[in-house]
């Protein structure tokens, strides 16, 4: 199991920017699919988007298409998700996983093997 560590939230205006860090521990980042889910107050966690290991897929959920990109250093044990044109809607605790020889169909549900805590994305209007 891998910890993992989320950070660059923060405040921000409706179409601004903000990217999101996830360092890893262990040495075996490479083999670990990653990505992002967030939970707005009062709302179920949803799936924003996967990182595969090996061919790397990608996959994002429909409502952040266009704007977010997900992009991974496995030198660095890092996976990074690039917030472009945020809007209020993405205001979420948002929280990076982790899951060995991950599957998207599984990590699109929310089964992962690790979590990080969350970091906060706030925007305002």
């Known amino acids: 199991q891998a910890q993992l560590v989320e950070s660059g939230g923060g405040l921000v205006q409706v179409g601004g920017s903000l990217r999101l860090s996830c360092v890893a521990s262990g040495h075996t980042f490479s083999r670990y699919s990653v990505g992002w889910f967030r939970q707005a107050q009062g709302k179920e966690r949803e799936f924003v988007a996967a990182?595969?290991?090996?061919?790397?897929?990608?996959e994002y959920a429909e409502s952040v298409k266009g704007r977010f990109t997900i992009s991974r250093d496995n030198a660095k044990n890092t996976a990074y998700l690039q917030m472009n044109n945020l809007q209020p809607e993405d205001t979420a605790i948002y929280y990076c996983?982790?899951?060995?020889?991950?599957?998207?169909?599984?990590?699109?549900?929310?089964?992962?093997?690790?979590w990080g805590r969350g970091t906060q994305v706030t925007v305002s209007a």
């Open positions: 990182f595969g290991w090996g061919i790397g897929a990608i």
């Open positions: 996983f982790a899951d060995y020889f991950g599957q998207m169909e599984k990590l699109k549900n929310g089964v992962a093997d690790s």
